[in-house]
């Protein structure tokens, strides 16, 4: 499996963006999809994930309520919807795929960069 993160930029606070992290080769419906970020001088955190059936979500608290991952099985592609950004959430954000969503993420994508300017 291989992914490709995209739709990272610029945004001022309470903009919004939208991630898309695009899957080739084959995917399994129990397999995770997560999306990472991380900031400069902090550890990777996990932020969202979905199943790539789409039927069991995760949020982290910092983003509950503002941000909302989705799945679409036709696209092999997960993508992050960021609503009412705020600067913290400044880093650069991951994608990558737990198989059988066993809590360990295998493959991933590369970065790419949220700014957020207040």
């Known amino acids: 499996v291989q992914l490709q993160a995209s739709g990272g930029g610029l945004a001022q606070a309470g903009g919004s963006l939208r991630l898309s992290c695009a899957a080739s080769?084959?995917?399994?419906?129990?397999?995770?999809v997560g999306w990472f970020r991380q900031a400069p001088g902090k550890e990777r955190e996990l932020v969202s994930a979905?199943?790539?059936?789409?039927?069991?979500?995760y949020y982290a608290d910092s983003v509950k309520g503002r941000f909302t991952i989705s799945s679409d099985n036709a696209k092999n592609t997960v993508y992050l919807q960021m609503n009412s950004l705020k600067p913290e959430d400044t880093a650069v954000y991951y994608c990558?795929?737990?198989?059988?969503?066993?809590?360990?993420?295998?493959?991933w994508g590369q970065g790419t960069q949220v700014t957020v300017s207040s």
């Open positions: 990558a795929e737990s198989p059988g969503n066993t809590g360990t993420y295998d493959y």
């Open positions: 979905i199943l790539w059936s789409g039927v069991r979500t």
């Open positions: 080769g084959r995917t399994f419906s129990n397999s995770a």
